[in-house]
């Protein structure tokens, strides 16, 4: 991700207090990045629905089911699989 789209998308959760950005003092050129209070309260609730959204998920599709989509989809988010396609194809 470049510095511009970056920038992009941390400014909404600077401008929220869910992180806060500091100057690194090892290198005054960068930021870093932390979580606030706040941040972590906002992540450990998305924790906590995400979990919920997950049981429920499996709960309807199955878990054999559930299981076998998230291999899938690990493979395909896999960079062997986008790999695959950069290849050129045999004639």
């Known amino acids: ?12 959760l600077e401008r929220d207090g869910l992180i806060e950005m500091v100057t690194d003092p ?7 990045i932390a979580l606030t209070r ?6 450990l609730e998305s924790e906590r629905s995400w979990a919920r959204a997950q049981k ?5 599709f199955g878990a ?9 989809l690990a ?5 062997g699989f986008l790999e695959t396609f950069q290849r050129p194809m045999a004639s």
Do not use: Q, T, Y
Not at 64 to 72: D, P, W, Y
Not at 75 to 79: E, G, R
């Open 38 to 43: 706040a941040g972590r309260k906002k992540l």
């Open 26 to 32: 090892a290198d005054r050129r960068n930021r870093l």
């Open 75 to 79: 493979l395909i988010a896999s960079d």
């Open 56 to 60: 429920r998920f499996e709960a309807s």
């Open 1 to 12: 991700m470049d510095r511009g789209a970056l920038a992009h998308n941390v400014k909404p």
């Open 64 to 72: 054999k089911e559930s299981a076998a989509l998230r291999r899938v």
